[in-house]
């Protein structure tokens, strides 16, 4: 669990509530979940560390079951850092589990795949304790054909069109394991979404993509279009943040 100079790695389960933060990566003078994160960390070991997260949620995305990992010569046990941390950081970060991994682990290069959900409250009116973690949409959508563009992006295609700017160098082919809508009562959407690996953005630009096909307002057919079409250059049909959720990194 030790390198040779008995410094250590551990694992962090972690949930957060990703509202009023500027995202997972830490950045100077804005509030951050890493950034909270390591500031504990520091003040229990008394020197910075750095904290290693399997994804980079951007402002205003939410995690259910977000893993990172950080190196540390200290006595302190994982026991003592999840009691400590989750005494130390706001309500809205809470560390579900803490525990040593061996000294090559990786939180985010040995995962082997990430799934997200977006949920989508499909009612007339925005519900007041739904605002910040769901997008609300007033109009009646076509959920059969929202279904169907699930099934088109499943297996490995080139993302390219749902893209954000900013990728321009990595690979965009992922393999999308699964692709599903879950409807619950209170006209509640949930679509789950797992993949080896997801570009920036990626979700968020599917989802808003799928609406305009549930709101009729490009068929399926033009969905198969513009995924094929593996365009960067266009204007992204982003779905909102607070709608979007890390659900689970598998390894």
């Known amino acids: 669990m030790a390198n040779n100079t008995g410094e250590k790695n551990i694992r962090l389960i972690i949930a957060y509530d990703g509202t009023g933060y500027f995202g997972w990566q830490r950045q100077v003078n804005r ?31 939410h ?29 809205s970060i809470i560390i579900k589990g803490a525990e040593h991994v061996p000294f090559g682990f990786h939180a985010r290069y040995n995962a082997k795949s990430k799934v997200y959900e977006y949920r989508i409250y499909n009612e007339r009116l925005q519900s007041p304790f739904l605002r910040h973690y769901s997008w609300n949409i007033p109009w009646s959508l076509d959920l059969g054909a929202m279904e169907e563009c699930l099934g088109i992006i499943k297996g490995a295609h080139d993302f390219s069109y749902f893209c954000s700017a900013g990728d321009g160098r990595v690979n965009p082919v992922r393999n999308m394991i699964q692709a599903n809508l879950e409807i619950q009562k209170g006209d509640l959407l949930i679509f789950h979404f797992e993949a080896n690996g997801f570009l920036r953005h990626m979700v968020r630009n599917i989802m808003g993509t799928i609406v305009k096909v549930g709101l009729g307002d490009i068929s399926i057919a033009r969905f198969c279009k513009i995924l094929e079409s593996k365009n960067r250059q266009h204007p992204a049909a982003k779905a909102p943040p607070g709608g979007l959720y890390l659900k689970d990194v598998r390894y």
Do not use: C, W, Y
């Open 63 to 91: 995690a259910l079951h977000q893993v990172a990992n950080f190196r540390v010569s200290s006595t302190i046990t994982p026991a003592i850092f999840l009691k400590a941390l989750n005494s130390l950081l706001p309500d």
């Open 31 to 61: 509030p951050t979940i890493q950034g909270a994160i390591e500031e504990k960390i520091e003040v229990m070991v008394g020197k910075p560390v750095s904290l290693i997260g399997a994804g980079r949620t951007d402002a205003g995305v």
